[in-house]
């Protein structure tokens, strides 16, 4: 275990439906991200947050918003989501001035 | 595990042999790189790093290499146990005031006891 947890572990949602993940970490670190893993792809880097404020968004549809409401939690909220939107939700966290990054156990998430 | 259904090259090795999985990185300017293990239903684990002023770095059972010259990095496991079945991903951060990581798409290793 990292001290990264990630809630839920498993998430079935329809196209239609709103739902969001959340990452939570009580270690310190100053940064958050959101990845996504595919079954098809290596992992895609899709926002990073540095103390709270959203420093990276890699061309990420609007249909996935993200937010970091202080420096332990990260949400990912999503709503009209696309079959191909089915993947592995990783969260992940960085200790101040380090460049390592500490991995949750992920999201696995099934759009119908 | 996460990474099923991606074309995955795959390290085959007996129980107690050592191990060596090889990544090609494609910026010369990263001068950080970090090794990770996942294993099936769980997130990438932290194994062990090194920066660009280095050339090895040792851990637990696990040593990184790191060649600038041909922009190569190898982990090296010794004495594999059948606990080191995973896929094993590279990952260079050729900014480190961009805070972000760039992974490869991972070797896969079995060990057989």
């Known amino acids: 275990e990292t001290g990264v947890t990630q809630t839920p572990r498993h998430l079935v949602m329809g196209m239609t439906n709103k739902k969001s993940l959340k990452c939570e970490q009580h270690?310190?670190?100053?940064?958050m991200y959101w990845y996504k893993q595919s079954a098809k792809k290596p992992l895609e880097l899709m926002f990073v947050?540095?103390?709270?404020?959203?420093?990276e968004n890699n061309s990420v549809p609007s249909r996935f918003s993200p937010e970091c409401p202080n420096s332990s939690h990260l949400f990912l909220h999503l709503h009209t989501l696309q079959p191909e939107d089915s993947a592995l939700y990783l969260c992940?966290?960085?200790?101040?001035?380090?460049?390592?990054?500490?991995f949750g156990p992920g999201t696995r998430l099934t759009v119908t | 595990g996460e990474s099923v259904g991606l074309h995955l090259p795959t390290l085959s090795v007996q129980e107690g042999d050592n191990s060596i999985i090889n990544c090609a990185y494609s910026n010369s300017a990263s001068d950080y790189f970090i090794w990770y293990k996942q294993e099936s239903g769980k997130g990438p684990q932290f194994i062990i790093d090194i920066r660009s002023n280095m050339d090895k770095r040792q851990g637990q059972r696990v040593t990184v290499l790191l060649n600038k010259t041909v922009k190569h990095l190898s982990l090296q496991i010794a004495a594999t146990q059948p606990g080191d079945s995973a896929v094993y991903f590279c990952?260079?951060?050729?900014?480190?005031?961009?805070?972000?990581?760039?992974f490869g798409s991972g070797t896969r290793l079995q060990v057989q006891p």
């Open positions: 270690l310190g670190h100053n940064a």
């Open positions: 992940a966290s960085s200790p101040p001035g380090g460049d390592e990054q500490y």
């Open positions: 947050y540095s103390l709270e404020e959203r420093v």
């Open positions: 990952a260079e951060n050729a900014d480190t005031g961009r805070r972000a990581l760039t």
